[in-house]
């Protein structure tokens, strides 16, 4: 199984990007999938989740600005980012919890995508 993230890049602030997570390889069922963040020296912040019912969670900081979603053409997820601030200068991550066609169930990481901000 594999995750690859994408969509990072330079924006000004105020601006939009959107990052997107591919799941690949012999996946039967995602339980939930999670978009994290982490700048040099801070611990890995949790930023978006959604379940596998649909159901989404944010952290406070990017409540009404950020939207994390399914992609339904690959197996995966959209985080759109909109009105973007440079305190979200971060590497962004990609996770997903899910069971794969072997019956094992455990967690995943893609490569981290670097989205800068400027003031």
């Known amino acids: 199984v594999q995750l690859q993230a994408s969509g990072g890049g330079v924006v000004q602030a105020g601006g939009s990007l959107r990052l997107a997570c591919a799941v690949s390889?012999?996946?039967?069922?995602?339980?939930?999938m999670r978009w994290y963040r982490q700048t040099p020296g801070e611990r890995r912040e949790l930023v978006a989740l959604?379940?596998?019912?649909?159901?989404?969670n944010y952290e406070d900081s990017v409540k009404g600005r950020f939207t994390i979603s399914r992609d339904f053409a690959k197996i995966g997820v959209f985080l759109a980012m909109n009105r973007l601030k440079p305190d979200d200068t971060a590497v962004y991550y990609c996770?997903?919890?899910?069971?794969?066609?072997?019956?094992?169930?455990?967690?995943?990481w893609g490569q981290g995508t670097l989205v800068t901000v400027s003031s």
């Open positions: 996770n997903a919890v899910l069971r794969t066609l072997a019956g094992r169930t455990n967690a995943y």
């Open positions: 390889g012999g996946v039967a069922r995602i339980n939930v």
């Open positions: 959604i379940n596998d019912d649909g159901s989404t």
